[in-house]
């Protein structure tokens, strides 16, 4: 079945950086266009970035990551990559990835903790 785990959360302090990874499996990875998305807590999950099917194609942000985060895919690999620099303290919150780079569209794993903070 189709599986998501993805790794590399971690408290930060604000302007600090970090690297989430998302190895998949149970599908064709290099035929979905993949996301990444982020739940705080109170809020709703919302899309963070996303990017179509090849590694150099186009990709989607959020208003509020764009400049800061940069989404990359390794189909070679099977994985899904996200750089997220000059982190703030808004961008505290549990990170999915997920296939649809404008929506998901499958069930969720378990996501990666990110804490931003002093």
């Known amino acids: 079945q189709v599986q998501f785990v993805e790794s590399g959360g971690g408290l930060v302090q604000p302007g600090e950086s970090l690297r989430l990874s998302c190895a998949t499996s149970?599908?064709?990875?290099?035929?979905?266009?993949m996301g990444w998305y982020r739940q705080a807590p109170g809020k709703q999950r919302e899309l963070v970035a996303g990017i179509g099917i090849r590694e150099n194609d186009n990709t989607n942000y959020a208003n509020s990551v764009k400049g800061r985060f940069t989404i990359s895919r390794d189909n070679a690999k099977n994985e899904l990559y996200l750089q997220m620099n000059n982190l703030k303290d808004d961008d505290t919150a549990v990170y999915y990835c997920?296939?649809?780079?404008?929506?998901?569209?499958?069930?969720w794993g378990q996501g990666t903790q990110v804490t931003v903070a002093s």
């Open positions: 149970g599908f064709r990875f290099e035929i979905y266009t």
């Open positions: 997920n296939q649809g780079r404008f929506a998901p569209t499958a069930s």
